[in-house]
C-alpha cells in the first residue's frame, strides 16, 4: 500500500509542475523569420500569435502573394521554434520518469 501512496504523491507533484510548465509557456515567446528577417513572427510557446512585423519594401501591391508566402513561411518558423521549446521544458519535467517515447502529455 506503500507504494501506491508514493505514485499517488507522485502523480499529483507531476500534476503540479504540468500545470506550473503550462503557465510558463504561455509566457515565453519565441520569433520566427522569413526573407532574411523582412517577415518576423512573434509568438508564444504554446503557439498564439503575439505580433506580425514587415519591411516596408514588402508592401508592392502586385506583389501580394510573394508576402503572403513569407507570412506563412515564418508563422512556421515560430510554431517549429515554439513546438522546440515546449518540448525541451516538457523533457526537463519528465526526467527520470518512465514514459515511452514519443507520448505526449500536452
Known sequence: MRDLMGIMKQAQAMQEKMASLQNELDLVEVKGASGGGAVTVTMTAKG???????????????????????IVAAVNDARGKAEGVAAERMAELTKGLPIPPGMKLF
Open 48 to 70: 498564439l500569435v503575439k505580433g506580425v512585423t514587415l519591411d516596408p519594401s514588402l508592401l508592392i501591391p502586385d506583389e501580394r502573394e510573394i508576402l503572403e508566402d513569407l
